[in-house]
């Protein structure tokens, strides 16, 4: 198998549980705690991939046991062809007992929606702090590039950016593992923008900091595709406005 480690988590979970390796990952399995719906983190794809959906990864955790051949002369049909009606095959019974028959195959796979939504919060959260990075450094890009410590030490959003830099080269290399901490830096720029706008009477940055920073929080919480685009504009937008308001001042 390819990767080394895995992340997995169920689809009704926010919250990854790893890593594991090969030998614990067979465990898990036998013991009933992975199954084929257990989502794994496909770290060269960048999203959360259904075991069952990849073969190779399925085979070496649930290997099958030899199936019993069934001759198609013996059992073609379960019943005679009519005009109105097409005779059921073992095929047709094959497909119904895997939710693959003509009612559902236009159907798609929630578990695999929920992995690209994951997987556009993860870049919607990068994004954002990029944009938030950007609006906190630039305005003091003479000190950075000039290392003096003392205006340094005078400009706090300077280490604020640095840790939104630090966060999004993270997430970029797929460590979703840091959205506890990621949640925690949104919580924190929210305190701290709004008390700064709302004390100079700022209304409008007031508000672009707060979607902004609730945007950022809920890219790292949604799996649904409508609830993790409206957080990511949300995200985006908040955190690129207020960088601008950042670099106006």
Not at 158 to 174: E, Q, R, T, Y
Not at 215 to 242: E, H, K
Request: glycine share 8%.
């Amino acid at each position: 198998m390819a990767p080394h480690e895995y992340y997995i988590r169920e689809a009704s979970e926010q919250d990854a549980r790893g890593p594991f390796n090969f030998e614990q990952m067979v465990s898990l399995a036998d013991n009933g705690q992975v199954t084929a719906d257990t989502l794994y983190y496909d770290a060269a794809a960048e999203q959360w991939v259904v075991i069952g959906a990849n073969a190779e990864v399925k085979e070496a955790l649930f290997p099958q046991k030899k199936k019993l051949q069934v001759k198609a002369k013996e059992i073609q049909t379960l019943n005679k062809a009519s005009d109105t009606q097409a005779p059921i095959t073992v095929d047709d019974m094959l497909a119904a007992a895997e939710g693959r028959t003509s009612d559902t195959k236009d159907r798609k796979d929630p578990t695999i929606a929920a992995a690209k939504a994951a997987r556009i919060g993860m870049w919607a959260a990068l994004l954002s702090l990029v944009l938030a990075a950007a609006g906190e450094l630039l305005p003091s890009s003479d000190a950075i590039l000039a290392m003096n410590m003392d205006k340094l030490l005078a400009q706090p959003l300077v280490f604020l950016g640095a840790l939104d830099l630090f966060l999004a080269v993270l997430v970029g290399l797929g460590v979703v593992t840091l959205y506890p901490f990621i949640r925690f830096r949104a919580a924190l720029g929210l305190g701290f923008f709004a008390f700064v706008f709302f004390a100079h009477g700022q209304s409008l940055p007031l508000a672009t900091a707060v979607a902004g920073s609730v945007g950022l929080y809920l890219c790292t919480i949604y799996t649904g595709m409508l609830p993790v685009a409206i957080a990511a504009a949300a995200g985006i937008a908040g955190m690129g406005a207020t960088a601008y308001f950042l670099l106006s001042a």
